[in-house]
C-alpha cells in the first residue's frame, strides 16, 4: 500500500460550495494501487467500509492524491502557523480575592571576596549587586561564561556561546548605569535559551542534525524581550533533537545532579546548565512536559505560563496548539522576575494575548484552599511531606478529582501537528538524519501520525472544549493545584487545557536524583501561583540544595 494513499484517505479538504463533493477536473486515468490496497488504508483507520462503498471511494481518493501534490509543491516554514487559533478557558474560581504582597525590594548585600559564590545567588541578590555597581555587568558575564566552560564537557549542556555578542552588551549595560540608567531587575544578569529560538548571527540546530548548521536571521520575541529588559545572553543550550528528550546531534545531556542519568527533555541543557549553577536563568519550552520534566530531574524552580501568555515567534514549532515557553530558574520566586519581562503580545504569535501580571512579593496563604488528588500521593512520602507542609502554613487541602478523560489519546492533537510541523523532513527522507530511530523516535511517530484521519483529530480538539470546561469547574472552588511532578494525568490535562504550572524540588530519592512537586494555577493567573509556590518555598528551603558536580569536573580535567 502505498504511503500517499494513506494520505489521500483521511483529509477534510473535499468539501465544494453548497456542502457536495466536488469531483476534480484532473482524474488520474490509471491507479497505482487497487481494492486490496484501499482495504488495507481504510483497516489502519480502524473503519470497515463495504465493497460497494470502497468501489466509490477509491475515484475520489485517487482524486485526493493529485490535490495533496499541488499542495506540498508549496514549501512552508516551520514557523508558519495554521489558520486557527487556541484559547485557554478563562474560567474564574469561585474563591474569594486574594490578597498578594507587593513586589519584594532587593535585598541588601555586599560583594563577595569570591565572585564565585554568586554561581548560586538568585536574581534578586545578582540584581541587588549590578544596581549598586558592587558587581558589574562585564564581570558577571565572565563568571557564568567561566562556568559553562568548565561544566559543559561534563553535562553536554550547550550548543554555542555567544560570547562576542554577551560581552557587547555588558560593556553597554554597564556604561547604562554609569550614566545612571537602570533597565531594572534583569539588567546585565546572564542567562541561555533552548537552541529552538532563533538569535541573529547563530546556528538555530533544534539539536537534530539536519538542521545543525541552520541560521534564521531573525531574534525570537522571547529574545528581543529579554534584551530589552537588560539580560545578557550568553549561551544557546542543548535540547533533544526536535524537542524531545535529552538525546541530540552532539550526545546525551547529563543531570548534574547524578551524571549517569540524562537530564531529561526536551529542555535538557537549559535545566542542566541551571542546576550545574552555570546559569542564573534559562528559557525553556513544553509541549508535554519539557520544562516539567527536566527540572525534576536537574533540581530546578521553573513555571511553564499559560498557553498565549508568552509569544513563540522565532521558535521552532512542534504543536502550534501546545507549544509555551518559559523560565527554568532557581527559585520559584525568580520566574516572576522572568515572566514579568517575556510575557505579552508581539502581534506575530496570534496565540499569544496580553493579560494583567505583577511581581508577587512574600504573601500568606493562610486561608487559601489547595486541591489535591489523594490517589497520586499514595506512593511517596518526598510529595506526601509537601501537603503537610503547605498546611503548616494555614493552607487548606481540598481532594479533587480532575476530570476522567482519554488524555493519551488525545495526544493525537500532538502527534498530527508535529507530523505537519516536520512534513517536509518526512517527505524528503532527511529523517534517517535524526539521531535516534526507532519505534518511538520522531521519524516513526511522523510516518505513524499519516494514518490519523482528520475526522479524529478534529474529535480529539472538540474534547479538549470538554475537557477545559470540565477541568475549569473541577478546580474553581481552589486557588491552585498541587501534585507529583511525575504524575501524569495532571500533566496531560493541563497540557492540553493551556493551564500554568510551577515545578520545584521537595526532596530527593535514593539515587542522589531530586523529587518535584508541581503547582497548578488557573489560566493567566500566574501572580497567585507563584505566590503559592514562593510561600511554600522559602518555608522549605529545598532548592537551596547544591549537587557535588566539582569531581566530575576536575576528572575532566578542569
Known amino acids: 500500500m502505498t504511503f500517499t494513499l494513506i494520505v489521500a484517505l483521511f483529509s477534510p479538504h473535499a468539501v465544494g460550495e453548497g456542502g457536495t463533493l466536488k469531483p476534480s477536473d484532473e482524474l488520474p486515468q490509471e491507479s497505482a494501487f487497487d481494492l486490496d490496497d484501499l482495504k488495507g488504508a481504510v483497516a489502519a483507520a480502524g473503519l470497515e467500509f463495504t465493497d460497494e462503498e470502497l468501489a466509490q471511494l477509491m475515484p475520489l481518493a485517487t482524486d485526493r492524491i493529485a490535490h495533496y501534490e499541488k499542495m506540498r509543491s508549496r514549501s512552508v516554514e516551520n514557523m508558519i502557523a495554521p489558520a486557527s487559533i487556541f484559547r485557554p ?32 545567588a538568585e536574581i534578586p541578590t545578582l540584581a541587588a549587586l549590578v544596581k549598586s555597581k558592587q558587581v558589574s555587568c562585564v564581570e558577571l558575564t565572565e563568571l557564568f561564561l567561566t562556568r559553562l566552560q568548565e561544566v559543559d564537557p561534563v553535562l553536554h549542556c550547550v550548543i554555542s556561546t555567544t560570547e562576542e555578542r554577551a560581552m557587547e552588551q555588558a560593556r553597554q549595560l554597564d556604561a547604562e548605569l554609569d550614566a545612571g540608567k537602570w533597565r531594572g531587575p534583569l539588567h546585565g544578569i546572564p542567562y541561555g535559551v533552548k537552541d529552538l529560538c532563533a538569535v541573529k548571527g547563530t546556528r538555530t540546530s533544534w539539536g537534530a542534525m539536519p538542521y545543525k548548521d541552520q541560521v534564521i536571521d531573525t531574534d525570537a520575541t522571547v529574545v528581543k524581550k529579554l534584551d530589552s529588559a537588560g539580560a545578557i545572553l550568553i549561551a544557546k543550550t542543548t535540547l ?20 549517569e542519568r540524562g537530564s531529561s527533555g526536551s529542555s535538557a541543557g537549559s535545566a542542566a546548565a541551571v542546576g550545574a549553577g552555570a546559569l542564573p536563568f534559562a528559557i525553556g519550552s513544553e509541549t508535554l512536559g519539557s520544562i516539567v520534566s527536566p527540572s525534576t530531574r536537574c ?22 496548539s501546545m507549544d509555551k515557553l518559559g523560565p527554568i530558574c532557581r527559585s520559584l520566586q525568580d520566574t516572576s522576575i522572568v515572566l514579568d519581562a517575556i510575557e505579552g503580545t508581539d502581534d506575530l504569535d496570534l496565540d499569544c494575548v496580553d493579560r494583567p501580571f505583577e511581581i508577587p512579593g512574600a504573601t500568606s496563604i493562610e486561608g487559601w484552599r489547595i486541591g489535591y488528588s489523594q490517589a497520586a500521593f499514595e506512593d511517596s512520602p518526598e510529595h506526601r511531606s509537601v501537603l503537610e507542609e ?158 557535588t558536580l566539582e569531581a566530575y569536573i576536575q576528572k575532566e580535567g578542569r
Open 89 to 120: 478557558l478563562e474560567a474564574s474560581p469561585t474563591v474569594d480575592d486574594r490578597t498578594l504582597a507587593a513586589t519584594d525590594p532587593l535585598p541588601e548585600v555586599k560583594r563577595p571576596d569570591d565572585l564565585r559564590t554568586l554561581l548560586w
Open 240 to 259: 533533544g533533537a526536535l524537542a524531545m528528550g535529552d538525546i541530540w546531534y552532539g550526545g546525551k545531556t547529563l543531570s548534574p545532579w547524578n551524571t
Open 299 to 320: 533540581g530546578n524552580s521553573s513555571l511553564r505560563p499559560t498557553f498565549g501568555r508568552v509569544s513563540r515567534h522565532g521558535a521552532m514549532a512542534l504543536s502550534w
Open 390 to 547: 503547605l498546611k503548616s502554613l494555614g493552607a487548606e487541602l481540598v481532594q479533587i478529582d480532575l476530570p476522567d478523560y482519554p488524555v493519551w489519546p488525545m495526544m493525537v492533537i500532538l502527534f498530527a501537528e508535529s507530523a505537519c510541523a516536520f512534513d517536509e523532513l518526512t517527505m524528503s527522507d532527511r529523517d534517517d538524519e535524526l539521531v535516534e530511530q526507532g519505534t518511538r523516535a520522531w521519524p516513526n511517530t511522523f510516518r505513524a501520525a499519516r494514518l490519523i484521519p482528520a475526522v479524529e483529530y478534529i474529535r480529539a480538539q472538540r474534547l479538549r472544549t470538554l475537557l477545559m470546561r470540565d477541568t475549569g469547574k473541577a478546580l474553581a472552588a481552589v486557588d491552585a493545584f498541587v501534585s507529583p511532578a511525575g504524575d501524569f494525568q495532571s500533566l496531560g490535562i493541563t497540557n492540553l487545557t493551556g493551564h500554568p504550572s510551577l515545578v520545584a524540588p521537595c526532596g530527593f530519592g535514593d539515587n542522589r536524583m531530586p523529587r518535584a512537586i508541581t503547582f497548578i494555577g488557573h489560566p493567566y493567573d500566574e501572580a497567585r501561583l507563584i505566590a503559592i509556590g514562593d510561600a511554600w518555598q522559602r518555608d522549605t528551603q529545598y532548592h537551596q540544595k547544591r549537587p
